[in-house]
């Protein structure tokens, strides 16, 4: 395995959005807008971004919905989705499509027709790579059924076997995000949606056993939560619905949530005049960039889950953070200069 990312765990700077010694970008360009669109079904969410050194470019990892399928009733186009991956080799700016993940997951269930959602991708300090993935057990028309946290294991970031089921705090866990607290200790924080949709989190010591220690954040419904450390914080991002809602640690543990929602309000640029959802964190140095997607044909009046191809479709973007007296601001109608780097 490669050892590049042995030189990146000094404590306690350590994230899920990984902080790498990378080399400055030059002629870094302006995202587009929107930065991706899935070319197979049109529907790119729930991105992480990931350096994959095996191939020296910056992966994407995506929920990857079946937003332009026709004849699915109900929210069956929501399932039956496998994880996406697109590429990027300028910093982060432009990113194609190179195809999905081999996710083998029959050590824990062995039926055809299951559904990936959201996973968070992490690479630990010996090199060696994880998945942390929800699985829903079939193709439903409506939410009411189980989901569980899955890991698993990778030497390539292409193909994922060794799957183990976690055992958490219900039946229906969803959106896992990883960071790396310190020597032996890791810290997942999920939503349960038996909960309210509140924010739980659990511990492990080797990446593979998990303790359950309870509900982090539940004074709002949300999911898909970031937590990320930067500029001596640690911070938490979660798509509450209403722009991402975003909280400030001192421990990781005790979480003030800050007044003001990131990316409520729409933008002006092309497919992100709607707000935005379910994020990821790159930190590299001094800088941070959030990837988000968003559902571009959907406005205030239109019902959550319509049918149609416009209304189901997403798109990927990206905004730089800024951060002013402790809190995290950004401005999605700025240029944004992704400088992502290299590996060196």
Same mark, same amino acid.
């Given at each position: $395995?490669? @050892? ?11 994230? +899920?959005?990984? /902080? *790498? ?127 569980? $946290?899955? @890991? ?11 799957? +183990?089921?976690? /055992? *958490?705090?219900?039946d229906r866990v969803i959106d896992a995000a990883i960071l790396q607290l310190g020597p032996k200790h890791w810290r997942m924080w999920y939503n349960d949606e038996r909960d309210g ?35 001596g914080y640690y911070w938490m991002v979660v798509d509450v619905w209403d722009g991402l809602g975003v909280y400030r640690s001192d421990d990781a543990t005790t979480w003030l949530r ?87």
């Open positions: $395995m490669t @050892r590049y990312l042995n030189l990146l765990f000094l404590f306690p700077l350590l994230s +899920t959005s990984l /902080v *790498l010694p990378c080399t400055a970008v030059s002629d870094a360009k302006v995202a587009p807008k929107p930065l991706y669109r899935d070319p197979v079904y049109d529907g790119a969410a729930d991105p992480v971004v990931i350096w994959n050194p095996h191939e020296a470019a910056w992966w994407m990892f995506y929920t990857n919905r079946r937003a332009n399928v026709e004849g699915l009733s109900g929210v069956a186009w929501v399932h039956g989705s496998h994880i996406g991956i697109a590429e990027s080799r300028d910093g982060g700016s432009t990113w194609t499509h190179v195809g999905t993940a081999n996710i083998d997951v029959s050590a824990v269930n062995p039926d055809d027709g299951l559904t990936f959602w959201a996973p968070d991708v992490y690479t630990a300090p010996d090199g060696s790579h994880y998945m942390f993935l929800t699985l829903v057990p079939g193709v439903f028309e409506t939410w009411d059924y189980p989901r569980s $946290m899955v @890991r698993l294991e990778s030497e390539d970031l292409r193909n994922w076997s060794n799957a +183990t089921e976690i /055992v *958490l705090s219900s949709k509140s924010i739980y989190y659990a511990d492990s010591e080797d990446l593979q056993h998990w303790t359950d220690r309870g509900k982090a954040v539940g004074d709002q419904a949300g999911e898909g939560p970031k937590v990320f450390r930067w500029k800050q007044p003001e929602n990131l990316l409520r309000e729409p933008g002006v640029g092309e497919d992100d005049r709607v707000k935005g959802g379910h994020p990821d964190v790159v930190v590299r140095e001094d800088r941070a960039w959030l990837f988000y997607f968003v559902h571009p044909g959907r406005t205030a009046d239109q019902t959550h889950f319509s049918d149609g191809t416009e209304l189901r479709r997403s798109s990927i973007q990206v905004v730089e953070l800024q951060h002013e007296e402790g809190q995290l601001h950004c401005d999605r109608n700025a240029p944004t200069y992704v400088e992502l780097g290299q590996s060196e």
